[in-house]
């Protein structure tokens, strides 16, 4: 999964990035709402938490912006100081699938995050299978038939990104964009090297060598026929 924080304040901002990183999730940061609107153009987020009170576009214009454009839609958890019903009434006609008031329980935030994400199918399940290789969805667990995979975080998130392609070949710039943060990005030859290691531990915990194919030119797949 990645999320993107758009929040103003430092400190909450950093807190909620080791947060999210902490969940296994991949995040982007973005202190006003311009920022935010550029990224959210250009990259396709899973959730935004967003704040209403950013500087240079309103956090409110941001939502409804995303909500008036076309293509991909992510889940928008407001998370602001406004505590009025009005606001709340607002900001879920403007588009939020969520709203939250600071301050917030960091365990009760990972809840409303999760929930969102199971609801709207992402993922569908709490964990998603390839033939004997299950991945769950909490950034850290894998594992082939009976044996564990040890995965780094970006591992982890790339083998979910394949998972949830199921079958269909994902580029090595979706694949960048997936397991890693915008401002972290290293390059499509990072993607690769990882790709090699996250195949090395598979095979070393049974799997078929062609588990994870290359498609040349293209990028990456979970082979069809180790499906079932």
Not at 5 to 16: G, T
Not at 32 to 54: F, K
Not at 110 to 137: E, I, K, M, N, Q
């Amino acid at each position: 999964m990645k999320i993107l924080v758009a929040e103003d304040d430092p400190a909450i901002q950093r807190s909620l990035r080791e947060m999210v990183e902490a969940w296994g999730h991949a995040c982007d940061e973005a202190a006003d709402g311009a920022t935010a609107w550029e990224l959210l153009r250009s990259c396709p987020y899973d959730l935004i938490v967003l704040d209403l009170n950013l500087p240079r576009l309103d956090g409110m214009e941001v939502c409804r912006r995303l909500r008036a454009s076309g293509g991909h839609q992510p889940l928008i958890l407001m998370l602001t100081a406004r505590d009025t019903n009005r606001d709340r009434v607002l900001g879920l006609d403007a588009g939020a699938d969520d709203y939250m008031v600071k301050p917030f329980d960091p365990d009760v935030l990972r809840a409303r995050v999760t929930a969102l994400l199971r609801r709207a199918g992402r993922p569908l399940a709490v964990s998603a299978s390839w033939g004997p290789l299950c991945l769950d969805h909490d950034g850290h667990g894998a594992r082939y038939g009976e044996h564990g995979l040890e995965l780094t975080a970006t591992e982890h998130r790339l083998l979910e990104a394949l998972l949830q392609a199921a079958g269909a070949t994902r580029s090595k710039e979706q694949l960048l964009q997936a397991g890693w943060n915008w401002a972290d990005s290293p390059g499509t030859d990072s993607v690769r090297t990882h790709i090699k290691n996250l195949r090395a531990k598979l095979t070393a915990a049974g799997a078929p060598g062609d588990l994870v194919q290359t498609v040349y030119g293209v990028g990456f797949r979970l082979n069809p026929d180790h499906a079932a």
